[in-house]
């Protein structure tokens, strides 16, 4: 798999074999989440699939993941409410265009993972912390307000009542109970990003669409009714579970050549 070359000034994309490697690279500034890194992000996930990309690693540079919104910039550009809102809706691009693409986005988590950056990593499909990794949503303290989705995502995770304190308190939560509440799936001893890439290997041997439906179709789910979302799926698993692909493991199976799914 070959990417064109981008000439991004905020995050670096690598590829090993059919997995591309996003790594936002602004750890000078803790990776806060400018308006062009946004813009970057969504050029991004929007050509993966043009490309063939199976999975993919989201990760960053230095020692933290994201300490969120850019709030120097913020402050410097002085904007209105409804500047605001236009950004708003660029990071909601971007982060739908993670959440909905229908490729599976593996995040690999480290020191803060902030306000904007926690939002960021909700959008993941799958995220690994390691025990440097600490998430907070500090909006409150700032007197603002989360932006970019985290109502709808972090809430998911944990609770609303979570997500409240988290932001009225500041509430910190490291690695271990981050682990328990389900911010993040895994809690690996150190280098998330060793994990995460073994993980998006893995997965990019699932048929793509298999992962197709898994990242989006459940995600497409959170806004009908069961009644809808029940017609959806048996619509998606008609597609899913007769293509050739699944033939092919299906015959692996009853010709026993297939893994058995053992606990041990
Ligand atoms: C930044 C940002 C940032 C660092 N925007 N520039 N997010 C926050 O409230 C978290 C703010 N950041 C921090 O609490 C700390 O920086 C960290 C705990 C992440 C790291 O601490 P430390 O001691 O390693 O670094 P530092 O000295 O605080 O910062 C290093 C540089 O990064 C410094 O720039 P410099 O030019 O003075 O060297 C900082 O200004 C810069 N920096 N974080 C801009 N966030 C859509 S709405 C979402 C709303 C939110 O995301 S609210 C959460 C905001």
């Known amino acids: 798999m070959k990417l064109p070359t981008f000439n991004f000034k905020n995050i670096v994309v690598e590829t090993d074999k059919n997995i591309a490697i996003v790594s936002l690279n602004r750890s000078t500034k803790r990776n806060a989440l400018n308006a062009e890194m946004i813009e970057e992000l969504i050029s991004i996930f929007s050509a993966f699939p043009r490309y063939g990309v199976k999975a993919v690693v989201l990760r960053s540079e230095g020692e933290h993941f994201s300490a969120g919104l850019d709030l120097i910039e913020h402050l410097q550009q002085e904007r209105s409410a409804s500047d605001f809102m236009q950004v708003c809706l660029r990071w909601h691009e971007a982060f739908n265009k993670i959440e909905y693409s229908g490729i599976p986005v593996i995040a690999a988590l480290k020191g803060a993972t902030i306000g904007g950056g926690l939002e960021l990593a909700s959008a993941a499909h799958i995220r690994i912390a390691d025990q440097t990794t600490y998430f907070a ?34 509430r910190i939560y490291k690695a271990n109970e981050a682990l328990s509440i389900g911010l993040c799936q895994y809690l690996v001893e150190n280098n998330s990003d060793a994990s995460a890439i073994e993980i998006a290997k893995a997965v990019a041997e699932i048929p793509p669409l298999s992962n197709f439906a898994i990242c989006s179709t459940i995600s497409h789910t959170r806004n009908m009714s069961a009644l809808d979302a029940s017609y959806m799926e048996s619509f998606v698993a008609g597609v899913v579970n007769t293509q050739p692909e699944a033939n092919e493991r299906l015959k692996a199976f009853a010709n026993k050549t297939a893994v058995r799914v053992k606990a041990d």
């Open 137 to 170: 949503l500090p909006e409150g303290q700032r007197g603002l307000f989360t932006g970019g989705g985290a109502t709808i995502r972090v809430s998911e995770l944990i609770g609303r009542a979570r997500m409240i304190d988290m932001m009225l308190t500041g």
